[in-house]
T-cell receptor, first 113, second 110 residues
Framework: DVKVTQSSRYLVKRTGEKVFLECVQD?????MFWYRQDPGLGLRLIYF???????EKGDIPEGYSVSREKKERFSLILESASTNQTSMYLC????????????FGPGTRLTVT | KNEVEQSPQNLTAQEGEFITINCSYSVGISALHWLQQHPGGGIVSLFM???GKKKHGRLIATINIQEKHSSLHITASHPRDSAVYICALHLGFGNEKLTFGTGTRLTIIP
């Protein structure tokens, strides 16, 4: 079974804190993704990575950065958390080529106060 | 205009009813995914379609590429089917991203 795990299910941080969200997959997938999910807006792509040390901006990268030093691990960094970054964050991974299933982690519900 | 639209946004039905959720899109695609999200967050991939029809248990997914439309059907619905169902598009080769619909919230009443 493919497993995508995320470091925390729930996280509460203060405005201005640096926040790290970690994602690990165990299936040697090339592609990894970070999304945020907000009511009425659906899933929106923040960043994705198609290989180690490679990254591409998604639709809403502002206020976020990412790191992929190892193939199995993709980190999302909030440099200075703000209240509008309160959201559900979902990591996903997928093999290449493109016509493969995408596997999601359980999500991290982040609250910034 | 959104590239992908789902209908209905919310659906409440009695246990045992036949359920249909629709997904219409306006762009060329290489594949379409149906995803299920239960309360609590985790998303599970139900189907990936590039043509025709797929069936898994009580779930059936169809796609009509010419009409740019896909449907997800649930037969003999059960309260455990209550979830948000999300349609997602692969826009084409060379594009690694998915484009998501906003989801259909399904509630099955016992």
């Amino acid at each position: 079974d493919v497993k995508v795990t995320q470091s925390s299910r729930y996280l509460v941080k203060r405005t201005g804190e640096k926040v790290f969200l970690e994602c690990v997959q165990d299936m040697d997938h090339e592609n990894m993704f970070w999304y945020r999910q907000d009511p009425g807006l659906g899933l929106r792509l923040i960043y994705f990575s198609y290989d180690v040390k490679m990254k591409e901006k998604g639709d809403i990268p502002e206020g976020y950065s990412v790191s992929r030093e190892k193939k199995e691990r993709f980190s999302l960094i909030l440099e200075s958390a703000s209240t509008n970054q309160t959201s559900m964050y979902l990591c996903a991974s997928r093999a290449r080529p493109i016509l493969y299933e995408q596997y999601f982690g359980p999500g991290t519900r982040l609250t910034v106060t | 205009k959104n590239e992908v639209e789902q209908s209905p946004q919310n659906l409440t039905a009695q246990e045992g009813e036949f359920i249909t959720i629709n997904c219409s899109y306006s762009v060329g695609i290489s594949a379409l995914h149906w995803l299920q999200q239960h309360p609590g967050g985790g998303i599970v991939s139900l189907f990936m379609l590039s043509s025709g029809k797929k069936k898994h248990g009580r779930l059936i997914a169809t796609i009509n590429i010419q009409e740019k439309h896909s449907s997800l059907h649930i037969t003999a619905s059960h309260p455990r089917d209550s979830a948000v169902y999300i349609c997602a598009l692969h826009l084409g080769f060379g594009n690694e991203k998915l484009t998501f619909g906003t989801g259909t919230r399904l509630t099955i009443i016992p």
